[in-house]
């Protein structure tokens, strides 16, 4: 493989590998090697080189085939426990084996090399391409709440402008609702990082569902934009982190309504020991081969408002992984698309299910 691409603990278990299994294969065929043969013992070696290859890299692999070359000779070839070989055809068969089991350890060693390659040209060429879309997202999204709060600042000290009340007002109302945009999404770069570098804090404990709904939907301003909400009355409460489980709420729910024109349904159910929530809309939905690619930061199939940077579903499912559950996506019946975040709940006491109504 390239180099420094296998670790030393894998070089390690490859020379492990090598010693005692090739201690073990004497063992197990010096009492039957009068009914197995030459060429079955030496496949059964070659197969220690191949696996030694494979674990520990061209290293074991070479110390595999010097190690079967010897022990073929010594216990498996007549004279037995001598190096001396009394048969020419053992003779060559003994030299081929170690020819062979040489190729094959570089042959496989030069395939990992290849494989390893490939994989880090991938992970580089995705690298590169999330850069570029972030740079593209920094670019735009969060340049337009910038300017905007930018202009209306500018316009509010300009000696040349007189404004009067009102129109000072929407300015400043303006100025306020780009800024929460341009915070909001930084909020999500910032968390998606974490994420990634596996620093976000995570505090879960039984809370009350309908506690972080009322939370979410305060945030999102639900007096202005509808959510219809169904929660049952003996609901158990769900582990979560009420932070995180507050932001994914706020992104699944205002995701809905911005594809959606009839206002979304919020519901929960108790099933097999988990709090089930489904964000329910009837707008355009996803195509079933698109629906992993939602998850990919920065992408925002079909979403042409310069609200966003295509972080929420893909945020989301961190936040909700993080916290020991699933976020999966599945059909609206009658069209549409619903969320399905599913996270461990405090089991029922008897007689406590509660399903949806």
Known sequence: MVRGSISARRRLSGYALTVVGATCLVVALVPVRDRLGLASDALLFMLLVVGAALIGGLGPALLASAMSAALLNFFFTEPFHTFRVHEDTDVVAVLVFAAISVMVS?????????????????ELEAGNKLRTALLVAVGHDLRTPLATAKAVVSGLRSQDVVLDEPDRDELLATADDALDTLSALVDN???????????????????????????????????????????????????ADPGLLERVLVN??????RFATDPPVLRAAWERGRVVVRVVDHGPGIAIGDRERVFVPFQRLGDTSPTGLGLGLALSRGLVEAMGGTLELEDTEGGGLTVVIALPGVTAPTGREAVSP
Not at 207 to 234: N, S, T
Not at 252 to 257: D, G, L, M, R, S
């Open 106 to 122: 570089w042959v496989v060693d030069l395939a990992a090399r290849r494989a390893s390659a490939v994989r880090e040209a991938a």
């Open 252 to 257: 699944v729910v205002a995701n809905a309504q």
């Open 189 to 239: 770069l910032l968390d998606l990082s974490r994420l990634q570098a596996g620093a976000m804090p995570v505090r879960t404990r039984p809370i009350p569902l309908e506690d972080v709904v009322a939370a979410a939907l305060e945030d999102i301003g639900v007096r202005h934009r509808r959510v219809l909400v169904d929660l049952p009355d003996r609901l158990p409460e769900v582990v």
